[in-house]
């Protein structure tokens, strides 16, 4: 715990940090533990990401002590080394502002000029500072830098090319010791490497070549009281390489074949292990692949210039061709065409795009030539957001992970008791020191609490990335596993249920008025209205082509509707109220054929003219075409429904029995909703909580989870901890489903990591099994974990079904 915890009300930092080095939840909990013991620091490290997530007090604590602390237990931060070419670095006080302008950025470490060639060089912290950042220093203070292509590998290409790099040594000193040990056996094969000068030699290639990793960080996290992994392999090992050393002075047993084959079998592990959790990651990968890299950019002359992503601002005008990825988000200025947004919706169907409309980065362009006005560019674009939220939420540590990790924390020390013991033991029973001496190094080499730290990242990252794939947002692994334990879900009817946008459903004429006249009376007034209601009767009108009248003198009567005159003839549309203050008579009967639509929760918009009644509009909202697909689905798989709306009762009650929802809650305010959701809290209810707009983020907050549609507003997009890209409503049973089948796949991976452990370990106390079965049962162990939590990526989730499946979708006429 830090002596001086941070406190909230002050400008606490966030960063993120890459991290290199780490092979088990161990060393997780060596650098949580070393980072908290810094004043005003909160620390949350991943495995399977390699990152660290660290909140902290500045006024306490510096950026590079952070590193500093890391970097002590033998860890590695991971940097970028970046370049740019910059003009005058021949003359000294530009050399030094340039320094300066560098170094005013945080995460920015060994900055040197070179003044010959005019290059400065640097290194950046990832998590910290980007390329972009220090580009626009410069540029402010007076530079014009170039940027310096850089080959600087992927952390994880990078991990997985030395990784094959150690193996193959490893290998191929080992390959002479196992052709020795075939001839010992089996008397096949040259007798000359049967000399244990030899054999020493190359064993002592592989402990120290190839194995010197495990040695160097085993050695520094025993400086600062850690044991991790290495701590067993680089004891065991060095356990037999010691005393095969020694007994070839004294002309006793060698052992070098364990020592050299365990480090072998263990680099194979580590080596699959990098290629598979490279595997994990794939999601963000491809999701970084949409973004073209290149892009053309109209110039003051009105020329066509190509240009970098990176360099483009908003306000530019950009020309996308067809079969082309957007570069940002941005407005269609020119053309007419359709966009693929498949990668943001999961929608197939092109989207129609014409002046106006909001294009997405990464969308593909559909067969015309469009021109668009840049708006979010670089982090702050659609699909930027997105891959932040996906490497948000595989940094972060499910609840179910501080199982793992108070295993983690005792697991090292009480493996090397038992190791201890068995020597002990074995040595005392059977006088056979050696012998024992093996079954302890055994013990060491076969407790691998790697597979127990994978358990949980690995199955977050590919279940959130999967989610991403399908227009699913995870911010967070809590929210992967609080998804699987939902047994209520309570949604908002309108914009989420319903579409949100009302059409008109029906319309009545009376006395000698046609159904045709009502509607061109109706649109000629309400045309100029922005009012929804008034909308859906001036889309209805087009739709039935009614004959176009124009309308002289409209205004607006607050709350109560419009007045116009079409030939000097009063026209009044509204509600009855506006009909009474008009004198226009409403009929018995006629009201009573309406009464029957409003006790559905539908609007009525009648319509007069000159002091007589002309007919009336029947307008409602009217349920998505997936929503009783999706109640069926949930009741299926055991979920209760409950709707919650500010409509009058009776409308709620109206959508909510075609719904067949088993709650319905009606009139309520903002604040109702969020009791609501607190009292089926208190019932046991695990609620989830879908809605779309403002008066939805309290509720949203409530609730054990929330869930925004993609449709939706962004304060219940930021206030949720799920988000649809899509409006499709259906996507809450695949979020719940992924939910349950990434906690699933977490609690297999939890049951084999320890069973292995507990399978293990008497088997290597009891002698059973040898130092290199040991070693390869151990190389396996971690890679199994990480290949079941890649099976989620064969796992299949629901497709949302036909709208004739769930039901009527329509308002039915009364």
Request: charged content about 20%; proline content about 4%; some cysteine.
């Amino acid at each position: 715990m830090a002596t001086h915890p941070i406190d909230q009300d002050q400008s606490a930092q966030s960063i993120n940090l890459d991290i290199g080095g780490m092979t088990c939840a161990t060393c997780v909990n060596s650098i949580e533990k070393a980072l908290h013991q810094l004043d005003g620091v909160d620390a949350h490290v991943n495995l399977a990401l390699e990152r660290a997530n660290i909140t902290f007090d500045p006024s306490l604590v510096t950026m590079p002590r952070l590193v500093e602390t890391i970097t002590e237990l033998g860890y590695s931060v991971r940097k970028d080394h970046v370049s740019w070419i910059l003009a005058g670095m021949d003359e000294e006080p530009l050399r030094k502002r340039a320094i300066e302008a560098a170094e005013s950025v945080t995460g920015v470490e060994n900055v040197q000029v070179n003044a010959v060639t005019g290059v400065l060089s640097l290194d950046l912290i990832r998590g910290v500072a980007d390329a972009q950042q220090v580009t626009d220093a410069l540029q402010a203070a007076g530079f014009a830098p170039k940027q310096q292509s850089t080959d600087e590998p992927n952390p994880r290409s990078h991990e997985m090319q030395v990784a094959r790099r150690r193996l193959s040594w490893s290998i191929l000193f080992s390959i002479p010791i196992w052709v020795d040990m075939v001839h010992v056996l089996f008397h096949v094969g040259p007798s000359w490497l049967d000399n244990g000068i030899m054999l020493a030699l190359f064993a002592t290639v592989v402990e120290w070549g190839p194995g010197w990793g495990f040695i160097h960080r085993a050695w520094m996290n025993l400086r600062h009281k850690n044991a991790n992994m290495d701590v067993l392999v680089a004891t065991g090992t060095l356990a037999a390489w010691g005393l095969s050393m020694y007994d070839l002075a004294v002309h006793g047993p060698l052992y070098f074949d364990s020592s050299a084959t365990v480090i072998t079998l263990v680099l194979v592990g580590k080596y699959l292990e990098a290629v598979a959790k490279g595997r994990t990651s794939q999601a963000i990968e491809e999701l970084l692949a949409l973004r073209p890299q290149e892009t053309r950019r109209k110039t003051a002359q009105g020329d066509w210039e190509t240009v970098a992503v990176d360099a483009i601002h908003p306000g530019d005008i950009l020309q996308v061709l067809a079969g082309e990825r957007f570069p940002v988000d941005g407005k269609v200025v020119a053309g007419q065409g359709t966009a693929d947004e498949s990668m943001l919706t999961g929608e197939p169907l092109p989207q129609d795009k014409k002046p106006g409309d909001m294009v997405t980065a990464g969308t593909l362009n559909g067969s015309t030539t469009l021109e668009i006005e840049a708006e979010r560019v670089g982090h702050d674009t659609t699909l930027a957001q997105i891959v932040k939220t996906v490497e948000e939420a595989q940094a972060t540590k499910a609840p179910v992970q501080r199982f793992a990790d108070t295993i983690a924390n005792v697991f090292v020390p009480v493996v090397i008791g038992i190791a201890i013991i068995t020597f002990i033991v074995w040595g005392v029973i059977t006088g056979h020191w050696r012998m024992a001496a093996l079954d302890g190094v055994a013990v060491l080499v076969v407790a691998c609490p790697c597979a127990l730290g994978l358990a949980t990242p690995t199955a977050v990252m590919v279940g959130s990335g999967i989610g991403a794939k399908r227009g699913i947002l995870f911010r967070n692994g809590a929210a992967l596993e609080t998804a699987s334990r939902i047994n209520l879900v309570a949604f908002d009817k309108t914009g989420t249920l319903t579409r949100g946008k009302p059409d008109m459903q029906h319309v009545i004429a009376y006395g000698d008025f046609t159904e045709e006249n009502v509607l061109a009376l109706a649109w000629a007034i309400e045309r100029e209205s922005t009012h929804p209601l008034a909308q859906a009767v001036v889309r209805g009108a087009k739709l039935q082509g009614v004959p176009e009248f124009q309308a002289e003198d409209v205004y607006t009567e607050a709350g109560l509707g419009m007045v116009g005159y079409i030939n000097d003839q009063e026209i009044v549309v509204g509600n009855l109220r506006l009909m009474e203050q008009y004198h226009v008579n409403v009929p018995e009967d006629i009201q009573n054929t309406v009464n029957t639509w409003q006790e559905q929760g539908a609007s009525v918009i009648w319509v007069g003219q000159s002091e007589q009644l002309a007919g009336a509009i029947i307008v409602a909202d009217t349920i998505r075409d997936d929503a009783p697909a999706t109640i069926k689905a949930l009741h299926e798989r055991g979920i209760q429904v409950a709707m919650l709306t500010g409509d009058q009762e009776r409308a709620a009650e109206a959508i909510g029995k075609k719904l067949n929802v088993d709650r319905i809650y009606g009139g309520l305010l903002p604040a109702d909703k969020s009791k609501i959701v607190s009292k089926l809290k208190e019932e046991g209810f695990r609620v989830l909580m879908v809605g779309d707009g403002i008066n939805d983020a309290p509720a949203l907050a409530t609730a054990d989870l929330g869930l925004a549609v993609g449709s939706g507003t962004d304060a219940a997009l930021e206030t949720a901890e799920v988000a649809l890209l899509s409006p499709e409503i259906f996507g809450v049973v695949r979020a719940l489903t992924l939910g349950r089948k990434t906690l699933g796949k977490i609690h297999q991976n939890l049951f084999w990591s320890l069973i292995y452990n507990v399978m293990m370990i008497p088997l290597a106390a009891f002698g059973i099994i040898s130092p290199v079965l040991a070693g390869a049962a151990m190389a396996m162990s971690s890679v199994s974990v990480v290949s079941n939590s890649l099976l989620l990526k064969t796992a299949k989730l629901p497709a949302t079904p036909l709208p004739t499946e769930g039901g009527e979708i329509t308002w039915p006429k009364p």
